[in-house]
């Protein structure tokens, strides 16, 4: 008779010691997202494809307490950094941005151009499931959006059946890139 992996834990736990069933439990259970991490490209590669080999020095943008309610209504839930990391040169701002899908933090890489969106790349994926949003046919959806007056993208975005989360964060952190790209060129 097969066990599912619930049933197996009470049965090793009442022959062989809640101890070793503990252990069992952990690896079955938290085993499947410990390790996944995916990684498509690097901060560093993903600046010098975006910005050119010669990547600028980084600056910082304070998030003023007047841009915290529109960040927090754009993500969904509060923002915790008070400075964040961007590239500018010329027109183009490149975004290092990261947000939780259902578990685990999805960093993602945004250039926007002109005050539309011109490349979105999925750098690190760490979620077991909705790894699909890293492909083209996905983030080619993003390019030339831009932010509407109540922070929403000009159009549409495609979900992808089983990455439900996954698909929201992306959306979520370009609006948060657009955002914060608008907040720079209004200074």
């Known amino acids: 008779m097969r066990y599912g992996p619930e049933k197996y834990f009470w049965r090793v736990a009442r022959g062989r010691g809640f101890a070793v069933a503990l252990g069992l439990a952990a690896a079955v259970f938290l085993g499947a997202n410990a390790g996944a991490q995916e990684i498509y490209q690097t901060p560093g ?3 010098a494809e975006a910005l050119g ?3 600028p020095p980084a600056q910082l943008l304070e998030i003023s307490g007047e841009m915290r309610p529109d960040v927090a209504r754009i993500l969904g839930h509060r923002y915790s950094p008070d400075r964040l990391r961007y590239w500018h040169a ?3 701002t ?3 941005l990261e947000e ?3 578990y ?3 960093t993602t890489g945004i250039v926007i151009s002109g005050g539309e969106i011109e ?3 999925v750098l690190i994926y760490r979620e077991s499931h909705g790894w699909e949003v890293h492909h083209d046919f996905f983030t080619d959806q993003f390019k030339g959006l831009t932010l509407d ?3 929403r993208l000009s159009g549409r975005i495609d979900g992808i059946s089983g990455a439900t989360l996954s698909v929201n964060a992306l959306r979520a952190l370009a609006r948060l890139a657009l955002y914060f790209d608008q907040a720079v060129h209004a200074d």
Request: hydrophobic share 40%; proline share 4%; glycine share 8%.
């Open 149 to 151: 007056s109540r922070h």
């Open 45 to 47: 590669e993903f600046l």
């Open 100 to 102: 939780i899908g259902k």
């Open 119 to 121: 490349d979105v790349r």
């Open 90 to 92: 010329g027109e183009r």
């Open 104 to 106: 685990r933090p999805i």
């Open 94 to 96: 490149a975004w290092i």
């Open 53 to 55: 080999q010669t990547i």
